[in-house]
């Protein structure tokens, strides 16, 4: 009997166990520790806000670009950073194109997952998820969560694999109507140095550094884009992957330093699985 006993207690123990409720009160004590470990943060990015506005206007409140200083050269050879600036031309950001992944493509995901399982933030993200039942203990448990959520295609609104959580958090994509996504710091700083984005002003400003934005993309409108500049790329995918595994489809409230934030996620199921349609901050 004992052993039986035992072996029964021990497979109990090394499966994902039922998926813990995650409290507010966790969720920003894992948000403030993943921020103040961020070691790779940009923290010398400096914005310029410039005019106030709203979703609907037609005018450019803001004659100058957003970001006014980025010391470039020192955070984009980052290891992290390097590595998605390589995933950032592999998209084609019109909703309806078909998505084609080539090996080389796909490698750079593979260097992309490797270099942030090195960093304290995804480690201290994975060690929560897998405590609380979302995912398994290995890494490898994790990455294959991580590709599924982040880097599987999917159909974005017709039968066509032109869409995943990365191109339309991190690239941003386009449709007939104007900008969708479109959700990350470093994509906006390198598409308004290149001439591809023209910034039109804020429609809210709060801490810690969390800007709604109005901006136009390759001619097209982008009512309310909103990011937290200055993050890491592995600050935003734990980020949202924490709030999409716990929260998906909801609310993810928590506190960073004192100060409240709202992230929201919205799930994409397709082909029988689950991936990341958007996420943003509110
Ligand atoms: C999250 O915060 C927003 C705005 O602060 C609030 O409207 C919403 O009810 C909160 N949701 C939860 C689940 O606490």
Same mark, same amino acid.
């Given at each position: 009997m004992l052993p039986n006993l035992l072996s029964g207690f021990l497979v109990c123990f090394c499966a994902i166990g039922a998926q813990g409720a995650v409290t507010a009160g966790q969720l920003s004590d894992l948000m403030t520790s993943l921020w103040h470990s961020?070691?790779?943060?940009?923290?010398?990015v400096r914005v310029q806000l410039q005019g106030h506005t709203y979703?609907? =206007?037609?005018?450019?409140?803001?004659? =100058?670009?957003?970001? =006014?200083?980025?010391n470039d050269q020192y955070y984009f050879s980052r290891p992290t950073y390097a590595a998605l600036l390589s995933l950032l031309d592999n998209y084609n950001h019109a909703v309806g194109s078909a998505e084609h992944t080539s090996a080389q493509e796909s490698q750079e995901v593979t260097s992309f997952l490797d270099e942030i399982s090195k960093t304290t933030v995804m480690q201290k993200a994975h060690d929560f998820l897998s405590q609380h039942g979302y995912v398994g203990p290995t890494w490898s448990d994790f990455e294959t969560t991580l590709r599924q959520i982040w880097f599987a295609t999917y159909p974005r609104h017709g039968g066509t694999y032109d869409s995943s959580g990365f191109e339309h958090v991190f690239v941003g994509e386009t449709d007939s109507k104007g900008v969708v996504g479109f959700h990350n710091w470093i994509q906006f700083h390198l598409q308004e140095q290149k001439g591809n984005l023209d910034y039109l002003g804020y429609i809210f400003s709060k801490a810690p550094n969390t800007l709604g934005v109005h901006f136009m993309w390759l001619h097209k409108t982008k009512a309310l884009g909103s990011f937290i500049y200055g993050t890491s790329p592995e600050f935003d995918i734990a980020m949202f992957t924490v709030c999409y595994l716990t929260h998906k489809n909801q609310h993810c409230n928590f506190s960073v330093d004192g100060h409240n934030m709202e992230v929201l996620t919205y799930e994409m199921t397709h082909g029988g699985g689950g991936h990341l349609g958007t996420g943003y901050v509110n």
């Open positions: 961020d070691v790779n943060a940009a923290t010398s979703t609907g =206007s037609t005018s450019d409140r803001a004659t =100058s670009p957003l970001f =006014s200083y980025v």
